[in-house]
């Protein structure tokens, strides 16, 4: 795996049943048992493991972007690899599922092929829903993954040393998108290492909130600031003067 300096850009890997019409203009952009082997020089000191809002183009989206921009800065001489979580982030919010394995999947890789690297879980919108899905203690009902995909194990989340969350879908909003979608619950190997952020307002996390520009103001209103200080705190490999 190849990785960069944060002294320079940042490499990025490419890699909620049908809502109403009305959710797309809300939307619209404004292996387990995998032995672990010693680190290597193409292993980044931090991975960063993320999965983008619905209909953001693959990659880790606007808010995924600002959240490694401001995560970098705050980690000088240290290197930094992102993964863009591969899933549709489509209506379909089904398909999310697809999101989680592939998540599970990338973590456990770099949990075993880099064990000194310090993980990073991170999501936007739907992509909040397939970070905090991913830390699940046991696969909900309503939740279809391949066969043979169950929780990541102990060992595994040993090696994530923070969650982010931008505007996790709640449940009245989930029972909107797909009644059949599982409460987002974060996982209790996770809990303590995971940070939710919901923007005032935001009709996707905010109980009664109406405001649509809110769900898109992540990557400006400081929280994802905010979410940088959280995971450089808890992250072993941070310098000492940034936490």
């Known amino acids: 795996m190849s990785h960069v300096s944060t002294t320079s850009s940042t490499r990025i890997s ?53 959240f490694v921009n401001a995560l970098t800065s705050r980690l000088p001489g240290k290197t930094v690899d992102v993964y863009g979580v591969n899933y549709p982030a489509s ?26 690297t310090d993980i990073v879980l991170g999501g936007y919108s739907q992509g909040a829903a397939v970070a905090g899905y991913t830390t699940f203690d046991a696969v909900p009902a309503g939740l279809n993954l391949p066969a043979g995909l169950g929780p990541m194990p102990a060992s595994t989340a040993a090696h994530v040393d923070a969650v982010v969350l931008f505007g996790t879908p709640d449940n009245w909003f989930l029972n909107l998108v797909d009644r059949g979608a599982p409460p987002i619950t974060v996982g209790q190997q996770y809990s303590a290492k995971t940070l939710q952020l919901c923007a005032a307002g935001d009709p996707v996390c905010f109980a009664g909130g109406l405001d649509r520009g809110a769900h898109s103001s992540y990557k400006v209103n400081g929280m994802a600031d905010q979410a940088a200080d959280f995971a450089v705190a808890h992250l072993a490999s941070a310098p000492s003067s940034a936490v």
């Open 14 to 66: 490419m890699g909620l049943g049908a809502a109403a019409v009305s959710l797309a203009a809300l939307f619209a952009p404004s292996a387990t048992g995998i032995a672990a082997a010693a680190p290597t020089p193409a292993c980044a000191d931090v991975e960063v493991v993320f999965a983008r809002g619905t209909f953001e183009a693959p990659g880790v989206g606007d808010t995924g972007q600002a």
């Open 91 to 116: 209506l379909d919010f089904s398909a999310a599922a697809n999101g989680v394995a592939d998540a599970a999947n990338k973590i456990e890789a770099v949990a075993a092929s880099c064990p000194t």
